[in-house]
């Protein structure tokens, strides 16, 4: 059966899920960012953008992974620039590779290099801000069986992050690549990880002037769920909860020391408690597909949207090194499915998407990114300019919060609550 040419929509997919060849040549090195193995091994891909009419899609190709020798998808230059070639029906699709920034080499005022603090993943800056995942470090391992954290975190960026260097670093990215939105996630802290985050949090939103995400394991009990609050006061505007798999037996199975320490349920009840308190689609559910069965990565979208979050699906990726590295990377049609469902789904829920100025993940299928998944029927067109609005309409709340402002949250609440909890 011949394969038919892809909309952007369609290529970013197959490329997730076949990965890209990438042919010798000495000018990759100076047009394109370097692959850079951090955190759970995603950010091992080429970053590039396909160019689309409805928007450009940003993408973290895999390029190191073994089921990637295979691919039908080769990357090439020409006078014109880079494209993708698909080696099944000859089709060529034009490509761009965005630039390392100059800031990457840069020292912070404490002489750290500032990609090891950070690191772009798409427009956004990502920084892990504290040691490895303790998962990593019991007498039997209990990581999540998809993820490289342990090899990585303290190897290929600095383990525990200076709020001095944090600062410095999301300040030159803001100013120079025009970063608005800043993400901190760490792995398991023993129930310690939201207080880790806290001071970057607040250092970011009174110096840098971002908005500002975080994404750690939630606490374990109902009555620690306060800990979000706290964070909201601290400048907090986006909440995410990694639970990766939708069905109890797959999220067992794969992720033994979420499972041991704090339960499926956990992540249920932060996403409920948090996107309650907070704007439609300030929350997100994190999963990824091709793993569990189809039906429940279904159920997860639905799930997530009918709280009032936006959903988070990440295509499966066999990362070189991890307990899955061998697992079967997943179908094209399949993968098109899902982010089809995702969509609909949002747009079903009223969740409000692409909305956020310059926040484009490229290891995932952003929820926006799956509009060239369904047809262009009036009703599709009516929703874009609805969101269009809507997209206008949040543009002035957005550009306070890219202002440095004071917050009204306290680094000593938890110290506070702690003593006040010991004295009662």
Known sequence: MSV??????????????????????????????????????????????????????????????????????????????????DVRNGEVYPVVLPEEPDWYDAPTSAGASMREIGVLQGTYLGIYVSNSCMYWYQDEAKNCRFCTTGFNVGVNEIANKDVRDVVDTARRAKEESGVTFV???????????????????????????????????????????????WLRDLGCDHFSFCYEFHHPEWFAKLCPG?????????????????????????????????????????????????????????????????????????????MVEVMRHMYVACRKRRIPIGVAPNIEVSLIVNPDDAQYLVPRTLGFHIDRMRLGL?????????????????????????????RVATIT
């Open 4 to 85: 038919p040419r892809r909309n952007p929509g369609e290529l970013q997919i197959d490329l997730f899920c076949h990965g890209l060849r990438i042919a010798p040549d000495p000018r990759l090195a100076s047009d394109a960012r370097s692959v850079a193995r951090t955190r759970a091994g995603l950010g091992s891909g080429l970053e590039l953008i396909v160019p689309g009419d409805l928007k450009d899609l940003w993408l973290n190709v895999p390029v190191e992974e073994d089921f990637v020798r295979s691919s039908p998808y080769e990357l090439t230059r020409n006078d014109a620039g880079w494209s993708v070639s």
């Open 183 to 229: 993400h901190f996630n760490t792995g398991y802290q023993n129930g310690r990880g939201l207080q880790q985050l806290a001071p970057y949090v607040k250092a970011v939103k009174e110096e840098v002037g971002a908005l500002v995400g975080v994404q750690a394991v939630p606490p374990a009990r109902e009555e620690d769920l306060w800990q979000y609050d």
């Open 258 to 334: 979420k499972q041991d320490t704090v339960g499926q349920q956990a992540f249920f009840r932060a996403l409920e408690y948090c996107q309650s308190r907070m704007p439609k689609g300030a929350c997100s559910g994190e999963i990824i597909a091709g793993v569990e069965p189809l039906e429940a990565t279904h159920a997860a979208i639905d799930y997530i949207t009918g709280v009032g979050a936006f959903p988070t699906v990440c295509i499966f990726r066999p990362v070189v090194g991890s307990d899955m590295e061998h697992y079967g990377s997943p179908a094209f049609d399949d």
């Open 390 to 418: 809507t997209k206008r309409l949040a543009y002035l709340q957005f550009k306070r919060e890219l202002r440095p402002r004071k917050v009204a949250g306290d680094l000593d609440a938890p110290a506070r609550r702690d």
